[in-house]
């Protein structure tokens, strides 16, 4: 279930544990009704399931390619080992990211760095807010930590590329602005969705991340 084995090193597949879909830290109808019950359970038990049994399939053709020496399969293997351990690792984070008893602000050192690199919350808010719904197409708005710079940033990437693999900044905060994370509620209407979802996110959890990739 740990996101931390699919950024291991390819070579350590031919010894790899099958992924797994991770449970919900909640009932699919916990975050009514700011996401309904019906898009949490075909996101979750649908999309994301996907995901993980297409990166375990994904494997298992590359560790035969590892096992043949076949570079070329290797090589045009790489995109869907991308998209869907990227879409495994996203959602991961997301459904932690989430939670009934969430919204508001954070608190302590998250806070103070929230303030420090963007100003205030609101404007950090604003502008996480801005890059998610400017995405163009499916992908992912985030709040990232760069641990060479010591501080926050914003970023957004396309489709299911996983921040931390494309950027180099360890995610924090993602936000899925894939329609299917939004359209059975909020229609093609992207900036309400993005209104709401700021009443479910979980500030313990995203704090916990941010004290952990300091350390």
């Known amino acids: 279930r740990s996101g931390a084995k699919l950024i291991a090193p390819l070579g350590c597949l031919v010894s790899r544990q099958k992924h797994t879909l991770p449970d919900l830290p909640y009932d699919y109808g916990a975050l009514e009704p700011h996401i309904n019950a019906q898009i949490m359970q075909l996101h979750h038990s649908k999309h994301h399931a996907t995901?993980?049994?297409n990166l375990n399939v994904t494997e298992e053709k590359y560790k035969e390619a590892l096992a043949k020496g076949d570079v070329t399969?290797?090589?045009?293997?790489?995109?869907a080992l991308k998209f869907n351990g990227g879409g495994h690792i996203n959602h991961t984070i997301f459904w932690t990211n989430?939670?009934?008893?969430?919204g508001g602000e954070p608190k302590g050192e998250l806070l103070e760095a929230i303030k420090r690199d963007f100003g205030s919350f609101a404007n950090f808010k604003e502008k996480l807010?801005?890059?998610s719904v400017g995405v163009q197409g499916s992908g992912w708005g985030w709040l990232g930590?760069?641990?060479?710079?010591?501080?926050?940033?914003?970023?957004?990437?396309?489709?299911q590329d996983p921040l931390q693999g494309t950027t180099g900044l360890i995610p924090l905060l993602g936000i899925d602005v894939w329609?299917?994370?939004?359209?059975?509620?909020?229609?093609?209407?992207?900036?309400?969705?993005l209104k709401?979802?700021?009443?479910?996110?979980?500030?313990?959890?995203?704090?916990?991340?941010?004290?952990?990739c300091k350390k």
Not at 73 to 79: D, F, I
Not at 179 to 193: F, G, I, M, S, T
Not at 196 to 212: D, F, G, K, L
């Open 145 to 159: 930590y760069n641990k060479e710079q010591g501080r926050l940033q914003i970023a957004a990437c396309a489709n």
């Open 51 to 53: 995901y993980v049994n």
């Open 98 to 102: 989430l939670s009934p008893n969430g």
């Open 73 to 79: 399969a290797q090589v045009s293997l790489q995109p």
């Open 196 to 212: 709401a979802i700021w009443n479910v996110i979980n500030w313990e959890n995203v704090s916990s991340r941010y004290a952990a």
């Open 129 to 131: 807010t801005a890059v």
């Open 179 to 193: 329609e299917h994370a939004y359209y059975l509620q909020y229609k093609n209407v992207r900036p309400d969705y």
